[in-house]
Every structure is written in C-alpha cells, then in structure tokens.
C-alpha cells in the first residue's frame, strides 16, 4: 500500500493554508479566494486529452436528501443516473487513463439503505426502478479501451463501494476487474471505513474493502494534479475523504462530484424547481447540498462554494456552473416538479488515444469518435 503522493503526480498546496483556517466562516471566505488563484492557473495550463461519461444505473434516491428538503414535490424519490468518467491525459509526457465512479452495481445493491429499499420490492419491479446500462467494461471496449490499460481508478466518495472486484482480493478469490489500476483514496476515509459513525454506516457496504490487494492501493492526503489538465481535490463534509475531480477541456473547466445532484444544487437561485429559490432566501445560502450524511455540512457547503469556484459557466445557461454531478437527477413522470433546469447528460471532448499499462510502446493514435462539449437545456 503506497501513501503520500503517487508516483507521477505532484501536490497542490494552494488550497491548504485555507482549509486549516479553524473557523468555518473565515475558513468558507480563504477557500473561495484560494480557489480563484488555483482556477486561473489551472485553467490556463494545459487541456487533458479526452473526457467521456458512461451510464452505469437508473436508481431512485430521497427527494429529501437529493435537495436538503428544499423542492416542493409530491415525490418521496428522485430518480438518478449514475456515471463514470473517463478521463485520459498526460503525465510527464506518457498518456494515462483514469476511470471516476466505476461502480460495482451489485455491490453497491448490498449497500444497508438500498437493501432496506428495496425489501418487500418484487424483483421484476427493482428491475424496472433501478435499470442498468451495458458492463462497464463492454463500453469501455466500445471505446477501443481494455480493462488492463487503466492506470488509476478513484471515486468522488466511497458510499455504496464495493472494491472487491475492482482490485481483486488477496486470496486470489475475487479477480481484479482492472488490474492495473491504483486506486487513488484518501487516507481518512480509508481509515474511517474500519469503523464507520451511525450517521454514515447505512452507505458503505460493511465488507467493501475486506481482503482487497492493497498493492494497488494508494492512500493521499491532500490535493492532487494527476498530470495535465486533471486534478483531485479535497472537498469534505459529504464524507470525511470526499474529493472532486476537475479537468481542464475545450469547454473550459469541469468538475465531477455527488455533493449536487444536478446543476440547481450548485446554482439555486436559478433554479426552475419549486422551493429551492424560496429556500436559500430564507436560509440566506449559496448552493443546496446533497443531504443524505448532513452531520457535516457546513464543509461540505464549503467545497460546493469551492468546486463552483474552480469551474467555467455553462456557456448556454450563464447562471449555472460546469459541476457534473456524479448522480444526476433525470426527469420522470414519477417525480413532478423535480425535473432539472438544466441537464448535463454528458462530457465529451477530445479523442481517446492508446494508453494504460498493456500498451505504452503504441504510438499514439486518435479514435474515430466524435469530439464535443455540450450540455442539454432542459
């Protein structure tokens, strides 16, 4: 197990004089005037080389949690889809690829709330609920990607994780999926898995890191810059090890995270849905958390204020920022008055090249595949 920075990384350290600011108030203030100077370099450096988003899972999720009780909707669920990040870029010259979010699906089926869930439920219904996209793996194919030429996996957080059979297990039981990869984890949450609070525990799976190869396990413990145009930052309160994956594209600067579920989290006072503009007059806040772990939110407000900080605006919708979220709300004739104003669906840019562990004497070669940076009013 590797600790520290990873080999071909390096540190950002302009984010860390703000974080240890002891009160949350001044702390709230340096990190957004930290974040300003730490988005004007980054988004004059370099581009990464190619972004792609893939669909794992249509799943329901509590109006409650999905906006801090703010919308007003006869709904007791939202529905989401769940994706991943595909991200390639260089490091010291040689390409790289990253997955973000690849979720185990029957793991995550495992996590204590979603079994709680769906108890009772008919399984052909929990079919139709919570429907599922193509493996993973079978679309990374289709983008010419193998599973051993990932180089590093990492997730925004790791509620509903089953690392298992991402990493494999040291007994040789459960096969890696990737198995080249390192995953990239933040210490403290690595450490707080060990023995989750109560406020926490219904979202990990209980056995989720049991007996993994920990071989490719690295344990960071501050901000990242993974290569060109792609960053790791800390952004906690969601979880202890919440963290927020940032590239630098042809559209400017996006930024995947859970801490929104769609892009009137991060932009309310814009926002179409009944009750969250109402909300943050009343409350006199900025941005509307996704609740679900709120023992605590005052830093997780923080790194909302942080991720709208770091990215560009939507160049169609000005009022709302580049913050993709990792779970996005979709609209649904089951959930009135819960549809989005505006809808991400997808980052795609650049063309996906040769890369990952299997293939670093290939040249370079672009794919065929279509570039564009787009976002879907809704």
């Known amino acids: 197990m590797q600790q520290g920075v990873p080999a071909g990384a390096s540190s950002i ?32 450096g370099p581009r990464a080389l190619a972004v ?10 509590p109006t409650k949690h999905a906006f801090f009780g703010a919308a007003i909707s006869p709904a007791p669920f939202v529905v989401f ?6 991200v390639q870029f260089l490091q010291r010259g040689e390409p790289k690829t990253l997955l973000f979010n690849p979720t185990d699906v029957p793991g995550a089926r495992s996590t204590p709330y979603f079994e709680r869930l769906a108890a009772g439920v008919p399984e052909r219904l929990q079919k139709v609920i919570a429907k599922e996209f193509a493996p993973l793996p079978e679309q990374l194919a289709k983008l010419g990607i193998r599973a051993e030429d990932v180089d590093y996996v990492a997730y925004d957080h790791l509620h509903v994780q089953d690392l298992r059979p991402i990493l494999g297990t040291e007994d040789g039981r459960i096969a890696p999926r990737f198995p080249n990869a390192t995953l990239l984890v933040p ?59 940032f590239m ?13 579920t769609c892009a009137d ?11 969250l503009r109402a909300f943050c007059r009343r409350q006199d806040v900025d941005v509307v958390l996704n609740a679900n772990t709120p023992e605590r ?43 989005p104003t505006i809808l991400h669906r997808a980052i795609e840019h650049g063309s996906l090249v040769a890369a990952g562990p299997a293939a670093k004497a290939a040249p370079v070669a672009s794919s065929s595949g279509r570039v564009r940076d787009w976002v879907s009013p809704s």
């Open 187 to 245: 210490k403290v949450e690595w450490d707080d898995w060990d023995d989750v609070h109560p406020m926490q525990r219904g979202w990990f799976v209980r056995d989720g890191k049991l007996g993994v190869k920990k071989d490719r396990v690295a344990l960071t413990t501050g901000d990242l810059q993974l290569g060109d145009g792609v960053m790791l930052l800390r952004t906690p309160g969601h979880t202890s090890g919440n963290q927020t994956l």
């Open 81 to 86: 889809t769940h994706r991943c990040a595909v």
């Open 297 to 339: 939110g005052a830093d997780q407000y923080t790194s909302m204020v942080l991720e709208r900080t770091v990215v560009d605006r939507v160049s169609r919708a000005p009022g709302f920022v580049q913050m993709f979220p990792s779970s996005e709300v979709t609209p649904s004739p089951l959930c009135p008055g819960l549809r």
């Open 248 to 260: 630098n594209t042809a559209s400017g600067v996006w930024g995947i995270s859970e801490n929104g």
């Open 265 to 275: 989290n991060w932009s309310p006072m814009d926002s179409r849905i009944p009750g």
């Open 52 to 61: 792609r988003t893939l669909p794992i899972i249509f799943s329901p999720y």
């Open 13 to 44: 350290t302009e984010l860390d004089a703000a974080w240890s600011v002891g009160s949350p108030g001044p702390r709230l203030r340096a990190i957004r005037t930290a974040a300003e100077k730490l988005r004007d370099r980054f988004a004059a």
